[in-house]
């Protein structure tokens, strides 16, 4: 199994442009999540999805829209990239409920907004 | 959920048992303690969890006090790979809109030869 596929793993954008990072995971898992992280610092949740069309907000959503038209895919869209949004991303999966909440993480997409 | 209170840093001798303390004082009667690391620039690895009871995988051991308060996990035998960030994090299990899990900064545990 591949678990959780990021794409991709590195991207420039400049101010202003748009851009989806991928995610896609082979575990038919119903939970994916995006997640922020910025040097020194932990990670911080972005949006959230508990299964097919349906996402929710996590504690740093804004700059950030998310769909989930599929199980397998949870893409994160940034419709206009600022300075602001350089970061790691990482994308991560779980099942939901008892008795197994682990959760299955990317390796992660470096942006760099210029 | 709970917050959880760490060491910033630690270091351990290749070989040697390394013990990573976790306060967790606020923690409620359905929250787990969770462990993950993050090896440098790498995406979070689940390492164990557990409510009250000790819990030992092939990764680690999970020590709670009896008044779950606190936590150790211990790396009965560290070694260089085991370079990383630490996170403790309490939260309740489950699935739904409850499952968040909430990153604190965790502790770089250094592993030296």
């Keep these: 199994n591949a678990g959780v596929t990021q794409t991709p793993k590195f991207q420039v954008l400049k101010t202003g442009q748009s851009m989806t990072l991928q995610c896609a995971q082979d575990m038919n898992h119903e939970y994916m999540s995006w997640y922020r992280q910025d040097p020194g610092m932990g990670l911080r949740l972005i949006h959230y999805s508990v299964g097919a069309g349906i996402t929710d907000q996590g504690e740093v959503p804004n700059g950030y829209n998310v769909s989930r038209s599929t199980t397998e895919d949870f893409p994160l869209r940034l419709l206009s990239a600022a300075p602001s949004q350089t970061s790691v991303y990482f994308c991560a999966s779980s099942i939901l409920g008892t008795p197994n909440t682990e959760a299955f993480f990317g390796q992660g997409t470096r942006l760099t907004v210029v | ?113």
């Excluded at chain 2, 993950?36 to 819990?55: A, D, F, M, T, V």
Aim: proline share 5%.
């Design chain 2, 1 to 113: 959920d709970a917050k959880t209170t760490q060491p910033p840093s630690m270091d351990c001798a290749e070989g040697r048992a390394a013990n990573l303390p976790c306060n967790h004082s606020t923690i409620s009667g359905n929250e787990y303690v969770y462990w993950y690391r993050q090896i440098h620039s790498q995406g979070p690895q689940y390492i164990i969890h557990g409510l009250k009871n000790n819990e030992t995988n092939e990764m680690a051991s999970l020590i709670i006090t009896e008044d779950r308060k606190s936590s150790t996990l211990i790396l009965p035998h560290a070694t260089l790979r085991d370079t990383a960030v630490y996170y403790c994090i309490v939260r309740v299990r489950g699935g739904g809109s409850n499952y968040k899990l909430t990153f604190g900064k965790g502790t770089l545990l250094t592993v030296n030869p």
